[in-house]
């Protein structure tokens, strides 16, 4: 036990020294004055309450200090005040020894942080009582803050917040984890109570609310151990959700305060709400969603599939997603989807489908892969939608894209095709085919003179009996206001296609009845053949239209034929 005599008065020393060491206290430590004895201390005396530098002593700290009250230099209290304002020295036990009892002299040196005090003239079985029960007091003190310590590295430790209150509310302990969430020191919050400091009271759902007052309510005794959720407000005004476990703490039946674990659910409450978007994806996606298993077995659909398929999630359930195989695709394109899927992570394109009820439908499919942690499949997820209507707008632009508006006949850029097909296939297989270029006779005057809606409703009628004399493999095309051309396959005999266009004459000279009017209207055709008259379809086209010239020179309402050299008029 070190002891150390602070006093300026050399008696007073001598005598608290021969008192403690007749009572087997020897290991003490003179000093005359508060000065000195501080700079043993490793303390710079100043003569204010600020902290002191420190400087660690070459000897150990004192366990107890005897300070006189009254020295020349510095007062007892003022070196008191120094002890008490320096963490390495607050602790140490300090009895002031005075000539003076006044209770309100004492009450200051308590305040200052007196441990004790005795009064001169110094009573040997006083002084010894005293120290006595100071030691045993300061043994205690110190189990307590072994104890204490033992504690804080035990909780510091802890991934948790952790703080506990006193019967008032008031906090008195915070862990380091709890600091580092809260954003708080625990000497900012010491003191302060859970519902100023830390519980929003306008922010937060009603669930949020009710639990803070379930926690309170625990650690007021009010209720049992209680687990919940709740929202803490941190010093930077950041609301986090938060999970706890709060609990009184009783003695007896008394509350002696409240302890409290917390932890931060900022993660499991991102990953909740995802989990939450993601089902409201599901369940309210315009595209039809399906889940399968590893085994590509339906494990989970959306009600977008069951409206687009007819089938019930109870009918898919554990069953194969072959159900919905159409007849328009082999063995070999499904699996060309599986293994692209498996190698690539995704498949998309366009694929026909079966409903419940036999309807073949197009749908826009995604598959995509998800893997395990061991990078083994662990489902599949389908995307698709119903694209009917989109096939059916894309349908109706290429057929406007191909054929004239009024008479729904091909237009020059789709005959083109066909007729470049047609030269390709003749040529491949030593075939023969024909263009007649057909230009009507007298229809300007239509149009002129009854304006174009009679115009129009001539050439739909025009266009529809050339077409009827045509065979289906046959093709009629609209390539100018009154100009159209037919192409015919597969020519076997010249001289049958020379009976094709005195059919086509006799067929567009016929009346055409509008309202009450009747009109009449004749052509002038022009003939090519392949490949007499050209192996291009523009030099076949070309050859066409100049017979086409040729005829209506020629009186029209007749057909001539092209040649190399002339061409041939029929009678």
């Known amino acids: 036990m070190h002891i150390a005599i602070v006093d300026d008065s050399p008696d007073d020393r001598l005598l608290l020294m021969r008192i403690l060491s007749k009572a087997g206290y020897s290991t003490l430590q003179l000093h005359d004055s508060g000065e000195a004895f501080l700079q043993t201390l490793g303390l710079t005396p100043t003569d204010t309450a600020s902290i002191a530098p420190f400087n660690p002593p070459h000897t150990s700290l004192p366990d107890i200090i005897f300070m006189d009250v009254m020295m020349p230099d510095m007062d007892g209290l003022s070196v008191l005040r120094q002890l008490k304002a320096n963490p390495p020295t607050q602790n140490i036990p300090v009895i002031m020894v005075t000539g003076n009892d006044r209770p309100r002299d004492l009450a200051h040196a308590f305040e200052e942080g007196a441990t004790d005090y005795i009064t001169k003239p110094i009573r040997r079985v006083e002084l010894l009582a005293r120290l006595r029960s100071i030691i045993k007091l300061e043994r205690a003190m110190q189990q307590v803050r072994s104890s204490e310590k033992r504690l804080r590295d035990l909780t510091a430790s802890l991934g948790e917040g952790l703080l506990s209150v006193d019967n008032a509310q008031?906090?008195?302990?915070?862990?380091?984890?709890?600091?580092?969430?809260?954003e708080y020191s625990e000497s900012?919050?010491?003191?302060?109570?859970?519902?100023?400091?830390?519980?929003?009271?306008?922010?937060g759902s009603l669930h949020d609310q009710q639990s803070a007052d379930h926690m309170l309510a625990a650690l007021r005794g009010e209720t049992e151990q209680i687990s919940?959720?709740?929202?803490?407000?941190?010093?930077?005004?950041?609301?986090?959700?938060?999970?706890?476990?709060?609990?009184?703490?009783?003695?007896?039946?008394?509350l002696s305060g409240g302890v409290l674990s917390f932890r931060d659910i900022r993660d499991q409450r991102e990953k909740e709400e995802r989990l939450k978007l993601a089902a409201k994806i599901f369940n309210h996606s315009q595209e039809g969603l399906v889940v399968l298993d590893a085994e590509r077995i339906i494990v989970d659909v959306n009600p977008a599939f069951s409206y687009i398929t007819g089938y019930t999630r109870e009918e898919v359930i554990g069953r194969s997603p072959e159900l919905l195989r159409s007849q328009r695709h082999d063995a070999a394109f499904y699996q060309s989807i599986w293994q692209q899927a498996e190698n690539q992570g995704n498949w998309q394109g366009e694929i026909w489908r079966r409903r419940k009820n036999g309807e073949e439908f197009p749908e826009w499919l995604s598959l995509s892969i998800i893997r395990g942690e061991n990078q083994q499949i662990s489902h599949y997820i389908g995307l698709f939608s119903d694209i009917t209507t989109r096939k059916i707008a894309e349908e109706k632009l290429k057929h406007q894209a191909h054929h004239d508006p009024l008479t729904g006949l091909p237009n020059r850029s789709l005959l083109e095709d066909r007729l470049q097909q047609a030269v390709s296939k003749a040529r491949r297989y030593e075939g023969k085919i024909a263009v007649l270029y057909i230009d009507l006779d007298h229809f300007k005057p239509v149009n002129d003179n009854y304006g174009h809606e009679a115009g129009d409703a001539v050439l739909r009628e025009i266009s529809a009996r050339i077409r009827y004399e045509l065979r289906q493999s046959d093709t009629a095309a609209r390539v100018g206001g009154d100009e159209f051309v037919a192409v015919l396959t597969e020519i076997r005999e010249e001289h049958l296609v020379m009976g094709v266009a005195q059919k086509l004459i006799h067929a567009i000279q016929k009346p055409v009845n509008f309202g009450n009017e009747s009109f009449q209207v004749g052509c002038s055709i022009g003939i090519s053949l392949y490949p007499i008259h050209g192996n291009s379809?523009?030099?076949?086209?070309?050859?066409?239209?100049?017979a086409m010239y040729r005829a209506k020179q020629e009186g029209r309402n007749r057909f001539c034929v092209a040649t190399l050299d002339k061409e041939t008029q029929n009678p």
């Open 537 to 546: 379809i523009t030099k076949l086209l070309k050859s066409a239209d100049t």
């Open 170 to 182: 008031r906090i008195i302990f915070l862990n380091p984890a709890g600091e580092k969430l809260l």
């Open 188 to 203: 900012a919050l010491h003191l302060t109570t859970l519902n100023e400091q830390l519980i929003p009271h306008t922010c």
């Open 228 to 254: 919940g959720e709740t929202l803490f407000r941190t010093r930077t005004g950041k609301l986090i959700p938060i999970s706890f476990n709060a609990a009184p703490i009783l003695d007896g039946h008394f």
